[in-house]
């Protein structure tokens, strides 16, 4: 059913969409097992009292709740049962059919993840915790440790830390910049430039003017009138208005290795480092140097005056990837204009707009808090309304595909996974271009789970019911 855009009703979204709390600098995740359900709602039921809404205004520090579908099952909301869950988060991302999907197999399979995995303790829930500093993050969590998790029936399974916000990741490169504009959130967010609201919070249009998918419950389930109404669907109760799907995936990121790669594959015939070279590699393998100017307005060197750069296209500046080459992963996260059957067109520019994706990530190890074995890499994390035609489709048809943009053996170079070793990276060049063969894998999964992030109402029908 179509609808017209609606105000965001802040005070029900939880913060984590609205703001990012990029202002946050400190941020840890408890993956929490429900033990015992019947003592969990209370627990959970105080838990969801210190949640922080969207309406919030830069709190010093902030708590978000998120659940998997094994996880609301154990609280009594049947997830195979009820209409409008979709199907990837139901079954799981450690579903068969999903992990080859996203390229989760060999040494990436989830029987060899440290959480997340069928061999690990069982996560039911997420509690995502920032704050302004370390020492206001250490009060959060002993406040939720104390509060909420010390009355019996949960458990936290890991507690993941982070390294402090900042824009690099581990790699290097500055991070953030390509973040979609969101219809009602930014005052530039207007025309061609703005993502339905809809693509990110469930109850609202999306960009082919629908409501997406989401979790109704018959009337009957909620007599007590703790949730709204759906009038789209002859009054149900809207168990998933304002809620969104939260992917989280922890990736370690192999740094030494990479820049021990791009070290080696850019030496000199007399066997010295090149160390200008090696940037400049690096630079075509991610799509921006170190400093976020992209390749397309900066191709032969940096320019950190073009570091928050974002306004540009493929299609009518870098179409043969002479600048920026076709498999660099910038281009594939977001290829912009260049999408078919229109390419240069406000029809593929709208088409991109159908799977953006709201990233939430942090950084941990490095000189911040490693993860128990002193990796470091990145908790992926990010928002969108519909998993499979954001996040898996992204993941699939974009990063992990070996014939994106016409190439042949050519998966994302920095993030996808090697099914085998004969993967490349193409430097397109006239007269000659140049491909870069047998490259390693640089980026590992560790963990990973489907979450639901639930509007505060609903998050009060969960545990008050």
């Given at each position: 059913?179509?609808?017209?855009?609606?105000?965001?009703?802040?005070?029900?979204?939880?913060?984590?969409?609205?703001?990012?709390?990029?202002?946050?600098?400190?941020?840890?995740?408890?993956?929490?097992?429900?033990?015992?359900?019947?003592?969990?709602?209370?627990?959970?039921?105080?838990?969801?009292?210190?949640?922080?809404?969207?309406?919030?205004?830069?709190?010093?520090?902030?708590?978000?709740?998120?659940?998997?579908?094994?996880?609301?099952?154990?609280?009594?909301?049947?997830?195979?049962?009820?209409?409008?869950?979709?199907?990837?988060?139901?079954?799981?991302?450690?579903?068969?059919?999903?992990?080859?999907?996203?390229?989760?197999?060999?040494?990436?399979?989830?029987?060899?993840?440290?959480?997340?995995?069928?061999?690990?303790?069982?996560?039911?829930?997420?509690?995502?915790?920032?704050?302004?500093?370390?020492?206001?993050?250490?009060?959060?969590?002993?406040?939720?440790?104390?509060?909420?998790?010390?009355?019996?029936?949960?458990?936290?399974?890991?507690?993941?830390?982070?390294?402090?916000?900042?824009?690099?990741?581990?790699?290097?490169?500055?991070?953030?910049?390509?973040?979609?504009?969101?219809?009602?959130?930014?005052?530039?967010a207007v025309g061609d430039d703005a993502v339905k609201a809809g693509e990110f919070v469930l109850g609202y249009a999306n960009e082919y003017g629908l409501l997406t998918d989401r979790p109704l419950l018959p009337a009957g389930y909620d007599t007590t009138g703790l949730l709204p109404r759906a009038p789209d669907a002859?009054?149900?109760?809207?168990?998933?208005?304002?809620?969104?799907?939260?992917?989280?995936?922890?990736?370690?990121?192999?740094?030494?290795?990479?820049?021990?790669?791009?070290?080696?594959?850019?030496?000199?015939?007399?066997?010295?480092?090149?160390?200008?070279?090696?940037?400049?590699?690096?630079?075509?393998?991610?799509?921006?140097?170190?400093?976020?100017?992209?390749?397309?307005?900066?191709?032969?060197?940096?320019?950190?005056?073009?570091?928050?750069?974002?306004?540009?296209?493929?299609?009518?500046?870098?179409?043969?990837?002479?600048?920026?080459?076709?498999?660099?992963?910038?281009?594939?996260?977001?290829?912009?204009?260049?999408?078919?059957?229109?390419?240069?067109?406000?029809?593929?520019?709208?088409?991109?707009?159908?799977?953006?994706?709201?990233?939430?990530?942090?950084?941990?190890?490095?000189?911040?808090?490693?993860?128990?074995?002193?990796?470091?890499?990145?908790?992926?994390l990010c928002l969108g309304a519909n998993i499979s035609r954001q996040f898996e489709f992204v993941q699939h048809t974009w990063l992990n595909n070996a014939h994106f943009n016409g190439l042949y053996d050519g998966p994302d170079p920095v993030v996808a996974p090697r099914q085998n070793h004969d993967a490349t990276f193409?430097?397109?060049?006239?007269?000659?271009?140049?491909?870069?063969?047998?490259?390693?894998?640089?980026?590992?999964?560790?963990?990973?789970?489907?979450?639901?992030?639930?509007?505060?109402?609903?998050?009060?029908?969960?545990?008050?019911?």
């Amino acid at each position: 059913m179509a609808e017209t855009a609606a105000p965001l009703e802040l005070d029900d979204i939880q913060g984590l969409v609205i703001r990012g709390y990029n202002d946050l600098k400190s941020a840890c995740f408890l993956l929490i097992t429900v033990e015992d359900p019947t003592a969990a709602r209370p627990a959970l039921g105080r838990l969801a009292r210190l949640v922080t809404n969207g309406g919030a205004q830069s709190p010093e520090s902030a708590l978000n709740l998120a659940f998997t579908s094994d996880g609301l099952r154990r609280l009594g909301l049947d997830t195979r049962e009820l209409d409008g869950f979709s199907q990837e988060f139901v079954s799981g991302m450690t579903d068969p059919s999903r992990s080859r999907l996203l390229g989760d197999v060999g040494e990436n399979a989830p029987n060899g993840w440290h959480w997340g995995g069928p061999d690990c303790p069982p996560v039911d829930a997420l509690a995502l915790l920032y704050a302004r500093d370390e020492e206001l993050l250490g009060r959060l969590e002993a406040q939720v440790r104390q509060d909420a998790l010390g009355g019996g029936g949960l458990t936290v399974a890991a507690r993941l830390g982070t390294s402090p916000l900042t824009d690099r990741e581990p790699f290097g490169f500055r991070d953030g910049i390509s973040q979609p504009l969101v219809e009602g959130l930014s005052k530039v967010a207007v025309g061609d430039d703005a993502v339905k609201a809809g693509e990110f919070v469930l109850g609202y249009a999306n960009e082919y003017g629908l409501l997406t998918d989401r979790p109704l419950l018959p009337a009957g389930y909620d007599t007590t009138g703790l949730l709204p109404r759906a009038p789209d669907a002859g009054g149900a109760a809207d168990f998933g208005r304002n809620g969104s799907y939260l992917v989280f995936r922890q990736l370690r990121q192999d740094v030494a290795g990479f820049h021990r790669y791009l070290e080696e594959a850019t030496r000199r015939p007399d066997g010295s480092a090149d160390p200008e070279a090696g940037e400049a590699l690096g630079a075509r393998m991610v799509g921006r140097w170190p400093s976020g100017a992209p390749l397309v307005h900066a191709p032969l060197r940096d320019d950190p005056s073009l570091g928050s750069d974002n306004d540009f296209g493929y299609f009518a500046t870098d179409p043969d990837g002479l600048s920026c080459p076709l498999g660099a992963h910038v281009r594939r996260a977001n290829p912009r204009d260049s999408l078919d059957p229109e390419p240069g067109s406000a029809q593929s520019v709208a088409i991109g707009r159908r799977h953006r994706l709201l990233r939430r990530g942090r950084a941990y190890g490095g000189d911040g808090e490693a993860d128990g074995d002193g990796e470091t890499g990145l908790h992926f994390l990010c928002l969108g309304a519909n998993i499979s035609r954001q996040f898996e489709f992204v993941q699939h048809t974009w990063l992990n595909n070996a014939h994106f943009n016409g190439l042949y053996d050519g998966p994302d170079p920095v993030v996808a996974p090697r099914q085998n070793h004969d993967a490349t990276f193409t430097v397109q060049a006239v007269p000659v271009r140049t491909r870069y063969r047998g490259l390693p894998q640089f980026v590992s999964i560790r963990g990973g789970a489907y979450f639901f992030l639930p509007g505060l109402q609903a998050l009060r029908y969960l545990c008050e019911r």
